[in-house]
Nanobody, 122 residues
Framework: VQLQASGGGLVQPGGSLRLSCGASGNIRDINVMGWYRQAPGKQRELVATITSAGTTNYVDFVKGRFTISRDSAKNTVYLQMNSLKPEDTAVYYC?????????????????WGQGTQVTVSS
């Protein structure tokens, strides 16, 4: 299963961006979709997740500013980022966990997107 992320860019503090990540492949179902980020010199960290039931989870530093959503029909997850701060600058990665079809049934997959750069600067 391959993921393609897009939507990053340069934005001024207080601005907004919307990231998208679509999955392609022989997907049977998706359990969890999420966004992570990695700033220079730091470890990758969780930003937000959304389950197949629509339950969302956010880390404290993005609550009230970021919104994760999904389009199940398109196997796509979104991250709407508002009130961006310079400390939000990072490479953002999407992650999708689910099951894909095989010849004999299905297997679990855990796939990552290629990363999209978000830079918040005046």
């Amino acid at each position: 299963v391959q993921l393609q992320a897009s939507g990053g860019g340069l934005v001024q503090p207080g601005g907004s961006l919307r990231l998208s990540c679509g999955a392609s492949g022989n997907i049977r179902d998706i359990n969890v979709m999420g966004w992570y980020r990695q700033a220079p010199g730091k470890q990758r960290e969780l930003v937000a997740t959304i389950t197949s039931a629509g339950t969302t989870n956010y880390v404290d530093f993005v609550k009230g500013r970021f919104t994760i959503s999904r389009d199940s029909a398109k196997n796509t997850v979104y991250l709407q980022m508002n009130s961006l701060k310079p400390e939000d600058t990072a490479v953002y990665y999407c992650n999708i966990v689910g099951r894909r079809r095989t010849t004999w049934g299905s297997v679990t997959f855990n796939s990552w997107g290629q990363g999209t750069q978000v830079t918040v600067s005046s």
